[in-house]
């Protein structure tokens, strides 16, 4: 364990084993930290955040602090963070609004600088979200999802597995999986074809999928009658993800371009 003197850590803040607490840091009453986490110099981590182990959190990051939310009254709520994630600085991360919710993050993702995530956002694993990237409250966003920087997502949208939103994009509605979408507002440009390649999905899939984007936004036909189409192949494990984050969607899907 290695605690910088000028550290201010609560002692009812439950710390684990090897963790690294830079100058200046405050660790509140209520925090449950792991081990092997680094916590850089001027970051704030607020009572009820409970966070996993080997997490690398750089300088002026300021995690679990009360919802931006006119609706929130007070009471136990949480920021959850899992294991092996990169925060950078100026990144917040707010908790949940109604009592007993938690903001969420998961494991091996990266955040940088200055992104933010609102009040019961849930960001999955291996997500990228790039500087200033700032999700309103209750956003999800899937494994593998590249979110561009000065990206604004807009509350209760969802953002698919091994998709890509552009720089300076505003999603309104859902982002299906491996889908591309740019702009304000956001629209669909194509499939993420290069993510997908690095990913290793091998070329038959990536033309099943190719297949799929064109049914749904290239051939005139309705959403319904897209996902008929699309249920013809959904013994595939990737048509089947896609079908499911459709006929879930609250908010609709994005057009087209």
Same mark, same amino acid.
């Given at each position: 364990?290695?605690?910088?003197?000028?550290?201010?850590?609560?002692? @009812?803040? /439950?710390?684990?084993?090897?963790? @690294?607490?830079?100058?200046?840091?405050v660790i509140e009453s209520g925090v449950i930290m792991g081990d092997n986490n680094t916590i850089g110099p001027g970051t704030?981590?607020?009572?009820?955040?409970?966070?996993?182990? =080997?997490?690398?959190?750089?300088?002026?990051?300021?995690?679990?602090?009360?919802?931006? =939310?006119?609706?929130?009254?007070?009471?136990?709520?949480?920021?959850?963070?899992?294991?092996?994630?990169?925060?950078? /600085?100026?990144?917040?991360?707010?908790?949940?609004?109604?009592?007993?919710?938690?903001?969420?993050?998961?494991?091996?993702?990266?955040?940088?600088?200055?992104?933010?995530?609102?009040?019961?956002?849930?960001? !999955?694993?291996?997500?990228?979200?790039?500087?200033?990237?700032?999700?309103?409250?209750? $956003? &999800?966003i899937y494994d593998h999802a590249y979110v561009g920087a000065f990206t604004i997502v807009h509350q209760f949208v969802r953002?698919?597995?091994?998709? $890509?939103?552009?720089? %300076?994009?505003?999603?309104? @509605? =859902?982002?299906?999986?491996?889908?591309?979408?740019?702009?304000?507002?956001?629209?669909?440009?194509?499939?993420?074809?290069?993510? #997908?390649?690095?990913?290793?999905?091998?070329?038959?899939?990536?033309?099943?999928?190719?297949?799929? !984007?064109?049914?749904?936004?290239?051939?005139?036909?309705?959403?319904?009658?897209?996902?008929? &189409? #699309?249920?013809?192949?959904?013994?595939? /494990?990737?048509?089947?993800?896609?079908?499911?984050?459709?006929?879930?969607?609250?908010?609709?899907?994005? %057009?087209k371009f």
């Amino acid at each position: 364990m290695s605690i910088h003197p000028t550290a201010i850590i609560d002692r @009812k803040a /439950e710390i684990g084993k090897n963790n @690294k607490i830079g100058p200046y840091a405050v660790i509140e009453s209520g925090v449950i930290m792991g081990d092997n986490n680094t916590i850089g110099p001027g970051t704030v981590i607020a009572g009820n955040t409970i966070m996993g182990n =080997d997490n690398d959190i750089h300088g002026h990051v300021y995690i679990g602090n009360i919802p931006q =939310d006119l609706s929130f009254k007070g009471g136990k709520t949480y920021v959850k963070i899992g294991n092996n994630n990169t925060i950078r /600085e100026f990144t917040t991360i707010h908790r949940g609004t109604e009592d007993g919710s938690s903001t969420v993050l998961g494991d091996d993702n990266y955040l940088m600088v200055a992104t933010h995530m609102g009040h019961n956002t849930k960001v !999955y694993n291996h997500v990228i979200m790039v500087n200033a990237v700032s999700l309103a409250g209750f $956003v &999800e966003i899937y494994d593998h999802a590249y979110v561009g920087a000065f990206t604004i997502v807009h509350q209760f949208v969802r953002i698919g597995s091994h998709s $890509v939103c552009g720089m %300076l994009s505003k999603p309104a @509605k =859902d982002v299906p999986p491996f889908m591309m979408v740019d702009g304000n507002p956001a629209l669909v440009r194509g499939i993420n074809s290069v993510g #997908l390649k690095r990913k290793g999905f091998n070329a038959e899939r990536r033309e099943r999928i190719k297949w799929a !984007y064109k049914t749904l936004y290239r051939s005139g036909f309705s959403v319904s009658h897209s996902l008929s &189409e #699309l249920k013809k192949y959904e013994d595939s /494990e990737d048509m089947k993800q896609l079908i499911d984050f459709i006929n879930n969607s609250t908010r609709g899907i994005l %057009l087209k371009f």
